[in-house]
């Protein structure tokens, strides 16, 4: 008869190699399947696929099974090519689902559920400042008191077609928005007393890094996929990622000569 504590050392060494032995466990077709029905995100079952230790069945009938399961075809496609991208999938499966992306678009990223963003042509108000004695301001101004589009987190990212003659820091710029009194969102973009400057003022512009994606393929000709991403949590505000398309010198996008303003607000 076993000593009770040496059945209990037992027992722990046990469970501790079964533990280990399901977390070495390869992932198949019906892990996939499961997370699927489970309404993860895409880019999060990518990710997934690609963190583990795959061993599918990849023959015509298992891909047939697959597909009418629901499986997603850019999943299927990972589950064929786990290491496809050959990096690190940091940059590539934050965006994943869209098919196809749009130079005159932007696509929101928050907590794994990618969102086109519609974009708003802003007025422009020119006005004295300090009854004259600071000089004029231009305001570009987009109307209601509040973005239609609410972010969830306060760190999201971004993703945009840059032309490929152009930096993606001169490209895009990340605003805060005033929200004025007259139900409005307003950001300073000229001014001066004796010198006129234009541009987005310095103190609503929002600090960003961007990141080229490693996965190019789902970009147009003489464009560049960019990942954008704030440095630091938003505040709570009304923001706008503006794209600067009237300075871009591309034949078949941007022939309105005009900025883009894609506006959202966060809440905490």
Do not use: C, W
């Given at each position: 008869?076993?000593?009770?504590?040496?059945?209990?050392?037992?027992?722990?060494?046990?469970?501790?190699?079964?533990?280990?032995?399901?977390?070495?466990?390869?992932?198949?077709?019906?892990?996939?399947?499961?997370?699927?029905?489970?309404?993860?995100?895409?880019?999060?079952?990518?990710?997934?696929?690609?963190?583990?230790?795959?061993?599918?069945?990849?023959?015509?009938?298992?891909?047939?099974?697959?597909?009418?399961?629901?499986?997603?075809?850019?999943?299927?496609?990972?589950?064929?090519?786990?290491?496809?991208?050959?990096?690190?999938?940091?940059?590539?499966?934050?965006?994943?689902?869209?098919?196809?992306?749009?130079?005159?678009?932007?696509?929101?990223?928050?907590?794994?559920?990618?969102?086109?963003?519609?974009?708003?042509?802003?007025?422009?108000?020119?006005?004295?400042?300090?009854?004259?004695?600071?000089?004029?301001?231009?305001?570009?101004?987009?109307?209601g008191p509040a973005a239609k589009l609410r972010a969830r987190t306060t760190q999201p990212s971004f993703l945009i077609e840059v032309p490929e003659n152009a930096q993606p820091e001169s490209y895009a710029t990340l605003a805060?928005?005033?929200?004025?009194?007259?139900?409005?969102?307003?950001?300073?973009?000229?001014?001066?007393?004796?010198?006129?400057?234009?541009?987005?003022?310095?103190?609503?512009?929002?600090?960003?890094?961007?990141?080229?994606?490693?996965?190019?393929?789902?970009?147009?000709?003489?464009?560049?996929?960019?990942?954008?991403?704030?440095?630091?949590?938003?505040?709570?505000?009304?923001?706008?990622?503006?794209?600067?398309?009237?300075?871009?010198?591309?034949?078949?996008?941007?022939?309105?000569?005009?900025?883009?303003?894609?506006?959202?607000?966060?809440?905490?």
């Amino acid at each position: 008869m076993i000593a009770r504590p040496l059945a209990a050392a037992l027992l722990a060494m046990f469970a501790i190699t079964t533990e280990v032995q399901a977390a070495e466990a390869p992932m198949i077709n019906a892990d996939v399947v499961k997370m699927v029905k489970a309404k993860l995100p895409e880019s999060t079952i990518i990710l997934a696929i690609r963190s583990a230790k795959p061993d599918f069945d990849t023959s015509a009938d298992a891909l047939i099974k697959l597909s009418a399961a629901g499986v997603p075809k850019d999943v299927i496609d990972t589950m064929l090519q786990p290491a496809a991208a050959g990096a690190p999938a940091s940059n590539t499966a934050d965006f994943h689902s869209i098919s196809r992306y749009n130079p005159e678009e932007v696509v929101l990223n928050q907590d794994g559920e990618e969102v086109r963003m519609k974009y708003l042509t802003p007025t422009m108000r020119t006005g004295a400042r300090a009854l004259g004695f600071g000089g004029v301001a231009t305001y570009a101004v987009l109307h209601g008191p509040a973005a239609k589009l609410r972010a969830r987190t306060t760190q999201p990212s971004f993703l945009i077609e840059v032309p490929e003659n152009a930096q993606p820091e001169s490209y895009a710029t990340l605003a805060s928005f005033a929200v004025r009194q007259n139900s409005t969102r307003e950001v300073l973009v000229g001014g001066g007393v004796v010198t006129y400057e234009t541009g987005i003022h310095r103190d609503r512009v929002v600090p960003t890094t961007s990141e080229k994606l490693a996965d190019q393929s789902k970009a147009h000709p003489g464009f560049v996929l960019y990942k954008i991403s704030p440095t630091e949590p938003l505040k709570k505000g009304e923001y706008a990622l503006v794209t600067y398309n009237s300075k871009v010198r591309v034949s078949g996008f941007f022939l309105t000569g005009q900025d883009s303003f894609f506006d959202f607000g966060v809440d905490s």
